[in-house]
């Protein structure tokens, strides 16, 4: 992805949303997965929602990004997880 160009300006805010089946495997995935890419400075929020049923959780992150590199690195790492369903 070397040269490759991108319309985000770092340091960036930037929203990921991650979905998987409810449970502390889940939540313990994807923080896990996180503090593996971030400091906590910029972790900026962390908001969680069940689905009607309770079946399903989403978990939507705040992220002050400091690279493309760093949001390819989670993304890559969120989308091999088998806890996580989706990453956007």
């Known amino acids: ?17 991650v979905m998987g089946r409810s449970g ?7 923080t896990t ?3 593996r890419h971030t400091s ?3 972790r900026l ?3 969680r929602r069940s689905s ?3 079946k399903y959780t989403s978990i939507t ?7 493309r590199e760093q949001l390819d ?5 969120l989308s091999a997880c088998e806890e996580i369903l989706m990453a956007l």
């Open 1 to 17: 992805m070397k040269g490759e160009q991108t319309p985000l300006t770092f340091p960036c805010d930037f929203p990921i949303k």
């Open 24 to 30: 502390e495997r889940f939540e313990t995935a994807v």
């Open 33 to 35: 997965i996180l503090h």
């Open 40 to 42: 906590t400075e910029e």
């Open 45 to 47: 929020s962390l908001d």
């Open 52 to 54: 009607k049923g309770g």
């Open 61 to 67: 992150i705040l992220l002050r990004a400091s690279s």
């Open 73 to 77: 690195a989670i993304y890559r790492e």
